[in-house]
């Protein structure tokens, strides 16, 4: 079948279909980001926000559907998923740092191991991104001595150190005080300006708004409206979207 994505698509999901057992999770989405944009997913707990993240990097295989990456379709079995994969970094709400490795050395593993970059140029590349996240400070600190924020934040930061082309975040905020939170999301604004393609599962209404592109609301497996965030969030078409509003907003 020919290819008929637009050279400016960085995800595009095609009537996806997953299913656990019986239990159908993704009921057909059909959905995509653009190059450059901030694509945000809301829905109730459940819905399949997750799942469909972790099929965009194939952390979970489809049961049918495409998922293609810059026009390269990574549900074909002859893709070479590595390569697809090298290009998407992902955040997830529990940091996953290595809890025995200093900050910098979490920074600089994979891009040593998978990047194969000598051990000066990923602390350069390491030492940048921790500036670029306020923690050039801490580099030689353990996991356990930061909060929660400065560990996302470091999180984000390792993942940025492997210049993916796009980041993924699924509920980047959900498990910090509600102080942390802002520090996290002020990074990931900083990364909206510049350009970054991101596609952030999100319970912040506040930064959809503010910085998406485009939202998203799922329930029960399919996507049940999508817009402009204002629009979205201001003017819900459907019965489910408002009902679901209604209870965090
Ligand atoms: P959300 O992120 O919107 O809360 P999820 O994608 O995590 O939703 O989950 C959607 C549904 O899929 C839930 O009913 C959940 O129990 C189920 N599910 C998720 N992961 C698995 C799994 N690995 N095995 C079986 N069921 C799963
Ligand atoms: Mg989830």
Same mark, same amino acid.
């Given at each position: 079948m020919a290819d008929t994505t637009p050279?400016?698509?960085?995800i595009e999901v095609r009537n996806l279909h997953k299913c656990y057992g019986d239990n159908e999770v993704l009921k057909g989405i059909d959905f995509h980001v653009d190059a450059g944009q901030v694509v945000c997913v809301i829905g109730p707990s459940g819905s399949g926000k997750s799942t469909l993240l972790r099929c965009v990097n194939r952390l979970e295989e489809p049961t049918s559907g495409q998922v293609i990456i810059e026009g390269i379709d990574i549900t074909d079995e002859n893709t070479d998923l590595d390569a697809v994969r090298s290009r998407i970094g992902m955040v997830f709400q529990q940091f996953n740092l290595f809890p025995h490795m200093s900050v910098l050395r979490n920074l600089t593993i994979a891009q040593q191991r998978?990047?194969?970059? $000598?051990k000066d140029e990923a602390v350069a590349i390491a030492k940048a991104n921790l500036e670029k996240v306020g923690l050039?400070?801490?580099?030689?600190?353990?996991?356990?001595?930061? $909060?929660g924020g400065q560990q996302q934040r470091v999180a984000i930061a390792r993942a940025l150190s492997m210049n993916p082309d796009m980041m993924l975040f699924d509920e980047p905020t959900s498990a910090l005080d509600p102080e942390l939170v802002g520090d996290v999301l002020q990074v990931m604004k900083d990364l909206a300006a510049e350009g970054m393609t991101m596609m952030v599962v999100t319970h912040e209404m506040g930064f959809a708004r503010e910085v998406g592109d485009k939202l998203v609301f799922m329930d029960g497996g399919v996507i049940v409206e999508e817009g402009d965030p204002r629009q979205v969030l201001g003017n819900p078409q459907h019965e489910r979207t408002q009902a679901f509003l209604s209870k965090v907003l």
């Open positions: 050279a400016t698509r960085a998978v990047k194969k970059r $000598s050039l400070g801490k580099a030689d600190a353990y996991p356990a001595h930061l $909060s």
